[in-house]
């Protein structure tokens, strides 16, 4: 079974959450192995390749997705923008994007690059990081309200009041400790 999450609605938030439960400091990395990378790639649906990665794919991957978590948290209204990571996730947003094209599969069409790279699925991830950071979507950007997890993601629902990253997880968890406190105080 995966131990990647993938609750965030974008590419990019989901990519942050490769960095789980964060308040401990060091939280769990997830991809700890440049094959780790490789297999987020296809899991997150960008690829269905599992290509070669090395170190420096790695350490660029960790590079900008800490980039993408702390300007996320800006728009959470916790601090201002760092001009490093403003330049950092900028660059990969830069790259000359590889091309891309329409291919069938199983359950309809997907999108696909022509020559994915581990630098061009980068790139990817911080064009997406881009494009939601700087859009009026970002106000639906919410940190799960669980004291013990620290995801990030979209919240999609009509009135914008989801709490938890997921209801399987931290929303029923947080149900239980209340019916405890109730049946027990
Ligand atoms: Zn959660």
Not at 70 to 87: E, F, I, K, Q, V
Request: hydrophobic share 35%.
């Amino acid at each position: 079974m995966s131990d990647f999450r993938f609750l965030g609605g974008r590419l990019s938030v989901n990519f942050t959450a490769t960095l789980g439960l964060r308040w401990r400091e060091p939280g769990v990395e997830r991809l700890a192995t440049p094959a780790d990378l490789a297999r987020w790639f296809v899991e997150a649906g960008v690829t269905d390749q599992h290509m070669a990665t090395g170190p420096e794919d790695l350490s660029d991957a960790h590079h900008l997705r800490e980039a993408i978590y702390r300007l996320a948290r800006t728009r959470l209204g916790h601090g201002h923008p760092d001009d490093a990571d403003l330049a950092l996730v900028n660059l990969w947003a830069a790259r000359r994007p590889a091309p891309i094209s329409l291919r069938p599969t199983p359950d309809g069409l997907s999108a696909r690059l022509d020559e994915p790279t581990p630098p061009g699925l980068l790139a990817l991830i911080g064009r997406d990081a881009v494009d939601l950071l700087g859009d009026p979507e970002a106000a639906r950007l919410r940190e799960c309200a669980g004291p013990e997890c620290s995801l990030l993601y979209i919240d999609t629902s009509r009135a914008g009041n989801r709490r938890w990253c997921s209801m399987d997880s931290c929303g029923s968890r947080d149900k239980m400790s209340r019916y405890r406190r109730r049946t027990t105080g």
